[in-house]
């Protein structure tokens, strides 16, 4: 006879157990705003490691990783060049900081040029 492991570990400490599955984890928001809140994004450029070329930086986004790639494609878009996004970051190629802010604060993010 196989019994259950989780009755096995509430008879070991006297304890009943409940088979009930647990409550609902809700879901998260779903636009990158929202999941963002009231936080600062912040865009810097930097050329470090890259051979001299420049790129843009978005920082400090707080948005899950469908969300960020969604938020990256439309900068990339908007800026009419490539670039990347994982890690809470999004790459635009090239200097496009104030492009960047204008469209990050058209669509309701707080954002500054570092």
Known sequence: MTEDWKAKL???FNVEVNDEPAEPVAEQPQ???A???GAMVNV???KKGRNGKKVTLV????????TLKDLASTLKKRCGV????R?????IQ????TQVVAQLKEMGFKARII
């Open 59 to 66: 920082v400090d986004l707080k948005c899950d990783e469908e």
């Open 82 to 85: 490539g670039g990347s996004a």
């Open 31 to 33: 636009s990158a705003v």
């Open 94 to 97: 090239g200097d496009f900081r």
């Open 10 to 12: 509430g008879a070991a």
């Open 44 to 46: 810097l450029l930097d």
């Open 87 to 91: 890690g809470g970051e999004i790459l």
């Open 35 to 37: 999941q963002q809140g």
